[in-house]
Structure formats: structure tokens, C-alpha cells
Antibody, heavy 122, light 107 residues
Framework: QVQLVQSGAEVKKPGASVKVSCKASGYTFITYGFSWVRQAPGQGPEWMGWISAYNGNTNYAQKLQGRVIMTRDTSTSTVYMELRSLSSDDTAVYYC???????????????WGQGTLVTVSS | DIQMTQSPSSLSASVGDRVTITCRASQNINNYLNWYQQEQGKAPKLLIFAAASLQSGVPSRFSGSGSGTEFTLTISSLQPEDFATYYCQQSYNSPRTFGQGTTVEIK
């Protein structure tokens, strides 16, 4: 069965960076892309960007351009999300999400990691 | 960016009630609309994709309809495990935007 296991909770100071990992198992890693979705306390989910597990191509949300970097390691079936210049507004649970779907049905967020709480506080 | 607007923001209902949640897109998204359920402290769970396709394993009391800019999620007979927050999300283009959520509470 598909599993996405994320790294543990982080506490960071404003201005610092955080890197969250997500290890996938139960399927052929390069077959599907991943999105990262975050959810601030009491808020709805927010899509941060997407990475192709096949070739590493990325597509970031414009509001995070320049601060977010998504990478993947095919040898370990792991994707990474690094967010720089953190502020209190970045305090949220961060989810890696494996997509599914087709061009005709559209792509949807089928498998979710357990979430990683990132707290930004001085 | 495509704005997704859900209504109502919250509702109170009883077990057995029929519940309908509406999601409106700020522009035509064809049928590229997905619905998720989120229980407190858990990751969202996919219920419906492509506006009306029921994800495998999801109870048949959940259904979706609509196209273009207006969509609905219907729970035909509310069960105790359905009290949660529901989000719509468009997959027409990037950024993939979500609605603000509808919380279904026990009456």
C-alpha cells in the first residue's frame, strides 16, 4: 500500500530555514508527482507547489517563489521541501501529497503524508 | 488565481439529515473539482474527484455534482463519522486553490 512518511516536527526562529522530507513506498516512485500543501492553524489548506518525481521539474506557488525549493532523490524515493526566510506566518502543518488522476479527470490529492508541524517563533 | 468560495461556512445537522455544501469557482473550471473531508488533527481525505466521481472506498451516501463554476457535495444521510470539515479544490490550473471549508457540526 502507498505510504508517505514525513520527518518530525520542527521549531525554528524567524529568518531561519526548514527542510521537510517525505519518504514514499508501496509503488514505483517516479510514476507520480508530488505536491506540498500547508495548513496554518484554523485555516484551510494552501497549495505550495509541485515536483515531478520523474525528472524533478517544479512549479511553485507565486507567493512562495524565491523562498521554497522542492527536490527529490530517486535512490531513496524521498521528496524534500525547503522553505527559507521563515516568519511567524509560516507556522503550519506541512503535508506532502502524492497526486493521482489523468488529463481528462484532472489531478487530485490522493495520498497524504502524516503532516509535519513547523513552528516559527522567537 | 481562481478563487473558490464555499457556502455555508458551517452548518448544524442531525444524524440522518441530508446535507448539501456548495462551492463556486471565480471562473469556469469545467469539471476539475475535488472534494476532501478533514477530521480534527488529521490529513484531508479525498472523497470526490472530477466533480462527480466517488473515490474508491468512500461510502455511497457522498455524491458530487456540477460543472463550470458551481458545484455541490451532498451527504444523503448524515452519519456520526461525517461530522468534519469539507473542502473543495480546483485542479483546472495552478495554483491549485481550495475553498475556505465548511464545518459540519452536530445539532
Amino acid at each position: 500500500q502507498v505510504q508517505l512518511v514525513q520527518s518530525g516536527a520542527e521549531v525554528k526562529k524567524p529568518g531561519a530555514s526548514v527542510k521537510v522530507s517525505c519518504k514514499a513506498s508501496g509503488y514505483t516512485f517516479i510514476t507520480y508527482g508530488f505536491s506540498w500543501v500547508r495548513q496554518a492553524p484554523g485555516q484551510g489548506p494552501e497549495w505550495m507547489g509541485w515536483i515531478s518525481a520523474y525528472n524533478g521539474n517544479t512549479n511553485y506557488a507565486q507567493k512562495l517563489q524565491g523562498r521554497v525549493i522542492m527536490t527529490r532523490d530517486t535512490s531513496t524515493s524521498t521528496v524534500y521541501m525547503e522553505l527559507r526566510s521563515l516568519s511567524s506566518d509560516d507556522t503550519a502543518v506541512y503535508y506532502c501529497v502524492r497526486e493521482a488522476g489523468t488529463e481528462s479527470s484532472g489531478y487530485y490529492f490522493l495520498y497524504w503524508g502524516q503532516g509535519t508541524l513547523v513552528t516559527v517563533s522567537s | 488565481d481562481i478563487q473558490m468560495t464555499q457556502s455555508p461556512s458551517s452548518l448544524s445537522a442531525s444524524v440522518g439529515d441530508r446535507v448539501t455544501i456548495t462551492c463556486r469557482a471565480s471562473q469556469n473550471i469545467n469539471n476539475y473539482l475535488n472534494w476532501y473531508q478533514q477530521e480534527q488533527g488529521k490529513a484531508p481525505k479525498l472523497l470526490i474527484f472530477a466533480a462527480a466521481s466517488l473515490q474508491s472506498g468512500v461510502p455511497s451516501r457522498f455524491s458530487g455534482s456540477g460543472s463550470g463554476t458551481e458545484f455541490t457535495l451532498t451527504i444523503s444521510s448524515l452519519q456520526p463519522e461525517d461530522f468534519a470539515t469539507y473542502y473543495c479544490q480546483q485542479s483546472y490550473n495552478s495554483p491549485r486553490t481550495f475553498g475556505q471549508g465548511t464545518t459540519v457540526e452536530i445539532k
